[in-house]
């Protein structure tokens, strides 16, 4: 529980490794700020979940991240309800898969607002606070499309090692502030960013449902196992920790010796 008293805030929360992260964070004692869509009384019994896990607070906001008046609103939310964010965990993100030359330019838009941009106005709006205070963790979910790219996902490889160059910035800019900055890059991890991009990989490389797990997402992974959301999320909790001062500006790898090779 050493995290009793501080806040975090973890976008993209609803579903899959930002869920993960949440619960993670609220088994050591924080309130939560769980932000993301989907169906409300599903969100609303993982809200009540996060607050028995960490007898603090749990909020949920459904900041489309894609709008900075919408960022800088909830940011305003939890400034008054919870004293504001000692724990900023950057993880929503999109996937959309197609040649460069087909690219949709409104795809392109998203996946830069969302992955990319949003870390950036969410971490404008955090820094302040944490500074003050002496004590911050920021921690952004980049992924193996971080360091190494694949083809069909311009944009997507395009946010992620933005996200890391963002990430080793900040770090340098407030490492004497008691704060941390890095990123966590996961391999293949089942949820349904995984799932959902399946089809358009299959017509993309005219492949089967099949081929695309075995032969496109798990043969990047020497392990030839999916990442566990558990595995991710128990890192980013490590990183929370005192022991993890010294950890900044870093892009840490949870990917099967995915980029070993
Ligand atoms: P997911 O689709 O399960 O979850 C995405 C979350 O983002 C959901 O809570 C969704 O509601 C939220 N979201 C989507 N659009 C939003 C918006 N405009 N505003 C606010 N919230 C929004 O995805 P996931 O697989 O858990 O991915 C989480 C992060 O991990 C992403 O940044 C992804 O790129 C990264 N990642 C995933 C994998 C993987 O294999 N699943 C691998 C490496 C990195």
Redesign the pocket.
Known sequence: MHLKGKTALV??????????IARALAAAGANLVI????DADAIETERKGLEELSGGKAIHD?????RPDAIAAMFARIEGELGGVDILV??????FVSPVEDFPVEKWD?II???LS?AFHTIRHTVPGMRRKGWGRIIG?????SLVASPFKSA?VTA?HGLVGLTKTVALEVADAGVTVNCI??????????E?QIPDTMKARGLTRDQVINDVLLASQPTRQ??T?EQ?AALAAFLTRDEAANITGANLSVDGGWTAA
Do not use: C, E, R
Not at 35 to 38: A, I, V
Not at 62 to 66: E, P, Q, V
Not at 90 to 95: F, S, T
């Open positions: 976008t993209g929360s609803t579903s899959g490794i930002g869920l993960g932000n993301g869509f989907g459904a900041a489309d991240l894609m950057n993880n929503a993100g999109m996937q998203a607002a969302l992955n949003a979910t980049a992924s193996a499309h997507y992620k890059s996961p391999g293949y991890v089942w949820t349904p960013l995984v959902n999916f990442v959301i991710v």
